[in-house]
Nanobody, 130 residues
Framework: QVQLVESGGGLVQAGGSLRLSCAASGRTVSNFPMGWFRQAPGKEREFVANFFWAGGSTSYANSVKGRFTISRANYKNTLYLQMNSLKPEEPAVYYC???????????????????????WGQGTQITVSS
């Protein structure tokens, strides 16, 4: 089991920045990333970024490359998403995600889709004003 709690959401002006935090507890599957997803009104949950704790590798959606940075705290089990240059069309609820149950090789697609994860936080709302 893993528990995830997001924080850091809120209102930000277009072009501004926010840092989201995800506090994780419990045991996650080794060699599987933790990730950030977002879901806008009327849209499906969308991949934003993920982070492999073991090797430190990262992956980003094309829409956020160069603006968002995913990282983790070395001193505690916390995942961050630094969001810069936020756009007015990017309001959404942001979720952190992890996997607690073992997975088969056929079920893994790089940690870029929601169905690859089985543990989710409650989400934190991001509102971008123009």
């Amino acid at each position: 089991q893993v528990q995830l709690v997001e924080s850091g959401g809120g209102l930000v002006q277009a072009g501004g920045s926010l840092r989201l935090s995800c506090a994780a507890s419990g045991r996650t599957v080794s060699n599987f990333p933790m990730g950030w997803f977002r879901q806008a009104p009327g849209k499906e949950r969308e991949f934003v970024a993920n982070f492999f704790w073991a090797g430190g590798s990262t992956s980003y959606a094309n829409s956020v490359k160069g603006r968002f940075t995913i990282s983790r705290a070395n001193y505690k089990n916390t995942l961050y998403l630094q969001m810069n240059s936020l756009k007015p069309e990017e309001p959404a609820v942001y979720y952190c995600a992890a996997r607690a149950e073992p997975y088969s090789s056929g079920s893994y697609s790089g940690g870029h889709t929601p169905y690859e994860y089985d543990s989710w936080g409650q989400g934190t709302q991001i509102t971008v004003s123009s």
